[in-house]
């Protein structure tokens, strides 16, 4: 892969060093010379590699949350971003992988008093022996598919095998692939933004913070304009199919892995540690304080079927659930989660639900089996007393009511179905109910989102463009969900979200429409985010919270993404180079210069605001950037999956009990399942 490197990167030749071939044991057997540098460091730093990041691993698992006393944000923000366990292994290998390589690079440095390019550091041999060492090589080795019937008939939880040419394409637990490589700052794991003083076309890059503060922040007193045609459930599926296919856990662990301090207590940058820095001016934030901030877990190799190891590749981000809409969110994306969710008591192939509440006769998600717990809790209560987080396929359905409603609203779903067909098919068995039912409810998410939302998102003109009609299942087209659009096109979500959602009606009665049908925020360009987001993400208390904008921006800096102008020469649209070409996609002059004032250069926009603040499409929620992006992403998702809802003969039970779900979305009505929701036209 191609790495664009920074002004700040000094690229030197690389000389002489010894090598140490290792068998697939780790052991030393061979003693040679070849011309890489870092080859005779290898034996000590890996050693020391797995020492550090271990060490830093044990010191989270020792930090729990204190059941007497609320939660902080930086704690709420870590639940439902902690990696699941096979994600976390191989998070820690890559982890392992990398710290070797920056000790290699270090003691390369101190003995030849030179940096050395990390695509020269080491030879292929001793490479490859890091790789099997730290644990990584497995985790990128090709897969074989099985010819069994049931692989042909069904999708397996984990994504894999969907292209049996490409097994691992779309599947869980491999990198985010990349459209553009990317800009790290020592052209292998350093994010943009980590050495403060690095310029870009002469300028620093500002502080996230502050653009925040200068841009994005919308204050609750302002007159908050609503979208006349679309209501608040808009917002919701999007954020809820998000998580369907995208889910970057944070590093695996909360402390340095030089040096072991807790990223709590540091503004300084210590991988894992990239904590978003605020000027003593700031508004919300107290003086000489700084907003906690994890990168991303890290994966093995690039995702991509080639030999993984051919050269150093640089750090990559691991998405932990799958690329497809195959409605993940209930079942899981591995094995393990999609066990604990089934009720295995059952012959009709149900979900599991809650055994000590209901909702009057309806059912509620089954509880987190974990102690302690961030979710409702009043100090010292007894075990008798808790509320714990609920259950569903995806670790995030606890983060705010509606999310939950949505997880409730497909588990019960489910079980409804599976209960009608094996009333009609009563010589099914458990599994078969359990896989037929999911491959109807995976369809209902591809309708839902294919036919309802994008559409609504990208506007007809931009939506026939960038998809068109579908043509057939393209098996060399590659599923795996983008970098670009995981970490920065999908969030333009974030800017239609409203401050208030009524949940009660005038006599504190559940109040459904106050969910369904209220309208959503719009976007405007001097309406970006509610501060309900930018100052009070994760909050219970008046402390300090979370900055939601400032969060996206860092993210899209620790995962080096390319700038604006650079994704919209990918995209084919034309470079704005200065403050009057800026003006043909940003009409509004006022945040045209805001922006100019803190970036110095359009190259330097960072690729979500940018596209976040374009005008929008015709009858589109985003400009063409943001429509470029997302087309492309769901292009890629109808297309290259073999399992899609429209491909002929992969789904022949559809028509059979298809009619008798309700599920769709108009600009005026929503109707998910009205057995359990009743409600009317938008008043």
Not at 585 to 611: C, F, R
């Amino acid at each position: 892969m191609r790495v664009k490197t920074i002004l700040c990167i000094a690229v030197m030749v690389g000389c002489v060093g010894l090598v140490l071939h290792f068998n697939k044991e780790g052991e030393e057997i061979v003693t040679e010379y070849l011309e890489n540098p870092g080859d005779s460091f290898l034996p000590h730093a890996i050693q020391e590699g797995i020492n550090m990041v271990d060490g830093a691993i044990h010191h989270t698992m020792k930090r729990e949350i204190d059941v007497s006393k609320l939660p902080s944000s930086t704690e709420l923000l870590s639940f439902s971003k902690r990696p699941e366990p096979e994600s976390k292994k191989i998070s820690r290998a890559a982890e392992v992988m990398e710290m070797s390589v920056y000790l290699i690079q270090k003691e390369v440095h101190q003995k030849y008093k030179r940096s050395t390019n990390s695509t020269d550091l080491l030879s292929l041999e001793v490479l490859n022996a890091l790789a099997t060492t730290s644990g990584c090589l497995p985790h990128v080795q090709p897969l074989t598919c099985s010819n069994s019937c049931f692989i042909q008939k069904y999708r397996l939880i984990n994504g894999t095998c969907n292209n049996r040419n490409n097994p691992r394409w779309g599947s869980s637990n491999i990198a985010l692939t990349r459209w553009l490589p990317p800009e790290y700052e020592d052209g292998y794991s350093q994010p943009k933004g980590w050495n403060p003083e690095c310029l870009y076309r002469g300028f620093k890059l500002p502080l996230v913070r502050d653009i925040t503060n200068k841009i994005l922040r919308t204050s609750v007193q302002t007159n908050m304009t609503e979208d006349h045609l679309y209501s608040h459930i808009l917002v919701e599926w999007g954020q809820y199919i998000d998580h369907d296919f995208a889910f970057t856990p944070q590093s695996i662990s909360l402390a340095a892995f030089v040096g072991g301090v807790d990223c709590r207590s540091t503004c300084q940058n210590l991988n894992p540690c990239f904590p978003i820095k605020v000027h003593q001016s700031d508004p919300h934030f107290k003086i000489n304080e700084c907003i906690t901030f994890y990168r991303s877990s890290p994966s093995c190799g690039t995702g991509h079927q080639e030999m993984p190891f051919e050269t150093l590749n640089p750090r990559q981000q691991i998405n932990a659930v799958t690329s497809f809409i195959d409605a993940s969110t209930v079942y899981g994306s591995n094995a393990a989660q999609a066990t604990k969710l089934r009720n295995h008591s059952s012959e009709e192939g149900l979900l599991l639900t809650n055994a000590k509440y209901k909702d009057g006769s309806y059912e509620l998600l089954p509880f987190v089996d974990q102690v302690p717990s961030p979710c409702l809790q009043a100090p010292n209560a007894t075990h008798s007393e808790r509320v714990e987080c609920f259950l569903a396929g995806e670790g995030r359905a606890n983060e705010v009511l509606t999310l939950a409603s949505m997880h409730t609203l497909w588990m019960r779903e489910h079980n409804r179905l599976a209960k009608a067909l094996h009333r009609m098919n009563s010589h099914w068995n458990s599994e078969t109910l359990y896989q037929e039912t999911r491959k109807i409810i995976g369809a209902l998410h591809q309708i839902i989102t294919m036919r309802d939302y994008i559409p609504k998102i990208l506007g007809s003109q931009a939506f026939d463009q960038r998809l068109g009609k579908y043509h057939g299942y393209d098996e060399m087209l590659n599923p795996t969900l983008s970098n670009v659009f995981a970490t920065a096109a999908f969030r333009f979500g974030h800017a239609t979200i409203s401050p208030r959602i009524q949940r009660l009606d005038e006599n504190f009665k559940e109040h459904p429409k106050g969910l369904l049908a209220k309208p959503a925020k719009l976007q405007t360009s001097d309406q970006m985010m509610i501060e309900e987001l930018t100052e009070k993400l994760f909050t219970l208390t008046s402390a300090a919270a979370m900055d939601l904008a400032s969060l996206n921006l860092q993210r899209g800096r620790d995962h080096a993404l390319p700038g604006y102008n650079d994704w919209r020469e990918f995209c084919e649209l034309e470079r704005l180079e200065t403050k009057a070409n800026l003006r043909k996609a940003i009409s509004d002059l006022d945040l045209v210069e805001k922006i100019m004032d803190l970036y110095g250069h359009p190259n330097n926009i960072d690729i979500w605001l940018g596209g976040l603040a374009e005008d929008f499409l015709p009858g589109a929620r985003i400009g063409p950037l943001f429509a470029c992006l997302i087309g492309k992403q769901m292009k890629t998702l109808r297309e290259g999956d073999s399992q899609i809802i429209k491909k002929k003969g992969s789904l022949m039970l559809l028509s059979v009990y298809c009619e008798k779900v309700n599920a769709f979305i108009d600009v005026n009505k929503l109707c998910i399942f009205d057995e359990y929701i009743k409600t009317g036209t938008t008043s």
